[in-house]
């Protein structure tokens, strides 16, 4: 897919180190490294904390495919021992360990989702399992001896919690050491991460010199809003996975917050498609005056649908969904279900949905049956009814 040299094409360089970053360490050094067309092990590092890679985590992906493509090294490490410690970066309150089978579950696929987006022939990979389990004391305090209280206290997040009263393990401290250490194992150049793994970042390079290496320059991407304009987190689910099917992946981009002239959607533009800047800008103007969001929102959905399928497949997602929402009719597939007692029983049973969040859907009258808005959880189905549920859920009962 990509030629071996290395290249300093100028306007790749500038949008590497510009488009959906956040900040760079020491930007003057990368820049004029990537300048000098020096081949750099550019490192990149993911928690299996869910079970599938959503496209907030793929900004940094997609930043680490750019290095790809001027002929870099990227480096793919996924960390299941990182995982079971738990990063504490973005979290209010303590992260649970996870099980060593949790985390092995979590990443069945994960190399196989990354490759969507990463020429898997020319990737590096990784289990950080693979030394930080061989790690001994002695190499655990000399990182340790590197960082000061004071500096872990004074992350934000972490000044928050002890201000609240709230506990913070000593296993959340260790955490930066862990992730600095998977630096220097691959001898990383450069480290990507999203914006609240700076200080993750900046332990790699203070552990680096203590065995020898020099400090990895890192870039951080912004982060991402899920579809409703929290951080996009798999635990909140108002995530679009990169897996998700084509239907339901445009789907949940038509849902993204559009209010505040569409900051959200321009954010999304930026950081979760490959289109132009110029067109970029060109669409942020035109919902800056007055656009639709809706029709920016049709655009930008095909624009990601494409990414991880193809142009074909986004324009019959945007047929499909035109002829759900917009003209109400039913869609071409839909789940279908054996005639078996109650809509709520149906539905629990196709959708995994919870009794209290069924009823909580009925009295918004968000279910219904054959067109008809259902009042009573205990409604009886019989063959060829049509239940929907909310505004995208479809089941046949056949």
């Known amino acids: 897919m990509f030629g071996s040299k290395i290249k300093t094409d100028e306007n790749k360089i500038n949008e590497i180190l510009s488009r959906g970053v956040d900040r760079v360490e020491k930007r003057e050094h990368l820049e004029k490294r990537l300048r000098e067309g020096k081949k750099l092990r550019v490192k990149l590092g993911i928690d299996p904390t869910s079970q599938n890679i959503h496209i907030g985590r793929a900004v940094a992906l997609w930043k680490l495919r750019a290095f790809q ?6 480096i793919l490490i996924i960390g299941d021992f990182t995982a079971q410690i738990g990063d504490t970066s973005d979290k209010s309150s303590e992260r649970p360990m996870l099980s060593e089978e949790q985390v092995k579950t979590n990443m069945k696929t994960y190399f196989d989702q990354a490759f969507k987006i990463l020429d898997k022939d020319k990737t590096e990979t990784f289990y950080n399992s693979e030394w930080l389990k061989k790690l001994c004391a002695i190499d655990i305090s000399k990182m340790a001896d ?3 209280l004071h500096e872990f206290e ?15 393990s000593l296993r959340e401290v260790l955490y930066p050491l ?5 630096s220097v194992k691959v001898s990383a150049d450069v480290e990507l991460g ?3 793994q700076w200080f993750n970042l900046l332990a790699g390079r203070s552990i680096q010199p203590l065995y ?8 951080t991407t912004h982060l991402l809003e899920g579809t409703d304009k929290r951080k996009m987190s798999s635990s909140w689910g108002n995530v679009i996975n990169i897996t ?10 038509m849902r993204i917050y559009d209010g505040e002239d569409g900051i959200v959607i321009r954010r999304y533009l930026e950081r979760a498609t490959m289109m132009s800047m110029e067109e970029v800008r060109k669409l942020e103007q035109e919902l800056k005056t007055g656009a639709n969001p809706r029709d920016i929102k049709k655009r930008l959905a095909e624009e990601i649908v494409s990414l991880y399928y193809s142009v074909k497949v986004a324009r019959e997602a945007s047929d499909e969904w035109e002829k759900v929402f917009s003209n109400k009719e039913l869609p071409s597939e839909m789940e279908e279900a054996k005639a078996s007692g109650t809509v709520t029983t149906v539905i629990a049973g196709v959708f995994n949905v919870s009794n209290s969040e069924i009823k ?3 009295n918004e009258k968000a279910i219904s049956v054959n067109g008809e808005a259902v009042s009573d959880w205990h409604y009886e189905v019989k063959k060829g009814d049509i239940i929907k549920v909310g505004s995208r859920r479809f089941v046949k009962i056949v």
């Open 360 to 362: 909580r859907l009925i």
């Open 194 to 196: 999203g914006s609240d």
């Open 154 to 168: 004074a992350r934000e997040v972490i000044s928050r919690r002890i201000k609240e009263g709230k506990r913070v």
């Open 212 to 219: 020898g290496q020099q400090p990895q320059d890192i870039l």
């Open 244 to 253: 998700d099917e084509p239907n339901d992946m445009f789907g949940k981009v």
């Open 146 to 148: 590197a960082f000061g």
């Open 178 to 182: 862990f992730q600095g250490y998977d």
């Open 69 to 74: 493509e001027l002929g870099h090294q990227a």
